[in-house]
């Protein structure tokens, strides 16, 4: 994992960089956050959607709740890049909508996009 900063508007962004599973639970949530606050004193993070366990992306399962909760109680902003064409459930679409139009975590194709959404919040 790598992790570089970004500044775009007066914002420090961290770009989290890998190819493998970060986050599997909330505790490596939690541990992903503490990480980047400390390298990098970021408050918004860009995340690849392979960084994600698959089961976040089953609603039913709870996890994408529980580890978005704690990114809004922790007050770290989040941008998950990635193609999310394949996913056809009407709750994960309708969740991915709801969340683009608020202000704390979006789902983006490209990390040209994060930065522009993680800037402007």
């Known amino acids: 994992m790598n992790i570089h900063s970004i500044q775009q508007n007066g914002e420090v962004i961290a770009q989290i960089e890998t190819e493998e599973t ?3 639970d909330v505790q ?5 956050m503490a990480t980047v606050r400390y390298e990098t004193v970021a408050d918004r993070m860009i995340l690849p959607k392979a960084a994600l366990d698959e089961r976040f992306f089953l ?8 580890i978005l909760q ?11 890049v990635g ?6 459930s009407k709750p994960l679409r ?3 909508y709801e969340s683009n139009n608020a202000s704390h975590v979006f789902f983006v194709a490209t ?8 800037s402007r919040v």
């Open 59 to 66: 609603l039913s399962s709870g996890l994408a709740g529980d």
């Open 22 to 24: 970060l986050i599997t």
């Open 111 to 118: 990390v040209k996009e994060a930065v522009e959404k993680l």
């Open 94 to 96: 309708d969740f991915i």
């Open 83 to 88: 193609d999310f064409s394949g996913y056809t």
């Open 28 to 32: 490596s949530a939690l541990d992903l």
């Open 70 to 80: 704690k990114f809004v109680n922790y007050q770290l902003k989040v941008a998950i």
